[in-house]
């Protein structure tokens, strides 16, 4: 069997091994076996691809294409097992925006390559000959995405992070006067700069085309508030995909292409779940309308002071421990106060005195897709307690208590009741059904979305101010 052929075959495994990992990270009890499949196929594409590269540099007499892949490889993996071991939980969110931003980086760089050495890179081509028309489109494309998705990334890098006082990096939506009509003009100047290498193979035209792709990547991201960051960061998983596939079309690489179009393809349809569970559509997230209308009906208010009741820890543990079905909805303020092993230390503890425990997880919760369920896997919470909004919400109105500890936009019952409200239609967790509602909040201050909750100030509702993982820690006390 030739070289060619074995390679073929072993792309052909590794692709079989990609599936089966999107297969098994559907689902919390497969996710472990879908990790170990994604690490399988992809140790089995990049030492492929080594080998195929030394066997090139071998039949050109040259051993440096194989030398600084090697490195490459050494530099990369080092740095990401140490950023991989080091990194909380709670910045997971700014880790997938930085890989994503490094995927669309490489995929510009592969361009620039291919433009300037096409024979070197691309199949078929030899020194001197002009690029064919079909590689330049696929070039142009996959540069153009890769330079927006890596813009578009940082931007998202800082907005997640939420420590930079550069205005661009803020979580509110940054917008003025024109903004939709500027970034039409910057997409069309795009096209038709990438449209003239393509016809011309003019560098002019292919850098200028860069250039926008960079700038158009801050220009629709900066627009986008905090509530919709779970959709941009599937959006840009899914883009940094498509540029992956872009530029394996242009190096005749089988494996590229099928790994990029498979999380180009599960990161639009991701990108669908999540607008569907906002009950928002994908280009209205995309224009920015979401925070920037949440944020205009918050700033406006009605003035009226309203009333709220509230209580204590042991309080908290008195009303649980008396219930026969506790429902706890965690949200982001969950993940910043790291309180998910302290949360399910006291589900053990309810469990021991007869309680039923269930976690209930809203598609949107957090700050990244599947935020939460990430979170209450590394406490070991169960799988069979953990379910998804749609498994859960008929059995609120049967609940005892609902605590909701660090969640905000999620519960809001506007989003039912108030056409006028910006989220009216968004599904939410309807945890104002049930019995009694525990609230565990800093304070009363809004959520992402830059609106009132009317959840806390129902009657049945106790709120609990102070540190989520300092209050949980109280309620374990109290039921000790």
Not at 27 to 37: A, E, K, L, V, Y
Not at 408 to 418: I, Y
Request: hydrophobic residues 50%; glycine residues 10%; proline residues 3%.
């Amino acid at each position: 069997m030739s070289l060619i052929n074995i390679v073929t075959l072993l792309y052909l495994v590794a692709s079989v091994c990609f599936i089966q990992a999107l297969k098994g990270l559907s689902h919390p009890n497969t996710s472990i076996r879908g990790n170990i499949f994604g690490m399988t196929g992809m140790a089995i594409a990049v030492v492929t691809t080594a080998v195929l590269i030394g066997h090139i540099a071998s039949e050109a007499n040259t051993s440096n294409g194989l030398g600084y892949v090697l490195l490459g490889l050494l530099i990369g993996g080092t740095a990401g097992s140490i950023m991989a071991k080091r990194v909380e939980m709670t910045k997971m969110p700014e880790l997938v925006a930085f890989m994503h931003s490094m995927i669309g980086l490489a995929a510009v760089f592969i361009a620039v390559a291919a433009v300037a050495e096409p024979y070197a890179l691309l199949h078929g081509i030899s020194k001197g000959m002009p690029i064919p028309t079909g590689n330049r489109l696929e070039l142009f494309l996959g540069a153009a995405i890769g330079a927006i998705t890596f813009s578009g990334s940082v931007i998202a890098f800082g907005k997640l992070s939420g420590k930079y006082k550069f205005r661009l990096f803020r979580g509110a939506p940054v917008q003025f006067a024109g903004q939709h009509t500027l970034n039409l003009v910057i997409a069309l100047a795009l096209v038709g700069m990438g449209l003239t290498f393509v016809a011309s193979e003019s560098w002019t035209a292919f850098f200028t085309m860069l250039a926008l792709a960079f700038v158009l990547g801050v220009l629709i991201i900066i627009p986008i508030g905090g509530a919709d960051m779970p959709v941009v960061v599937s959006m840009l998983n899914s883009y940094s995909g498509w540029a992956a596939a872009g530029i394996g079309f242009s190096l005749n690489n089988p494996m590229l292409i099928i790994a990029g179009s498979l999380v180009g393809s599960s990161g639009a349809i991701l990108s669908y779940i999540m607008c569907k569970a906002m009950n928002r559509a994908f280009l209205n997230v995309i224009l920015g309308g979401f925070g920037g209308e949440a944020g205009e009906a918050a700033a406006a208010g009605d003035g009226v002071q309203k009333t709220y009741r509230s209580g204590s820890a042991d309080d908290a543990g008195f009303l649980m421990s008396n219930a026969d079905s506790v429902v706890i909805v965690p949200g982001y303020g969950l993940a910043v106060a790291r309180a998910q092993h302290a949360i399910n230390e006291m589900a053990m503890l309810l469990t021991e005195k007869g309680v039923k425990v269930r976690y209930a997880i809203h598609p949107v919760a957090g700050r990244m897709p599947g935020h939460m369920n990430v979170l209450l896997a590394e406490a070991d919470v169960p799988y069979e307690q953990v379910l998804e909004m749609d498994e859960i919400n008929n059995d609120f109105a049967d609940t005892d208590v609902v605590l909701v500890i660090g969640a905000n936009d999620v519960v809001n019952p506007a989003a039912k009741n108030d056409k006028s409200s910006p989220i009216y239609g968004m599904p939410i967790l309807e945890a104002h059904r049930a019995r009694t509602i525990l609230v565990v909040k800093r304070s009363m201050a809004a959520g992402y979305a830059g609106l009132d909750n009317d959840l806390f100030y129902m009657e049945k509702t106790m709120m609990i101010f102070g540190d989520a993982k300092k209050v949980v820690e109280d309620v374990i006390k109290s039921l000790s």
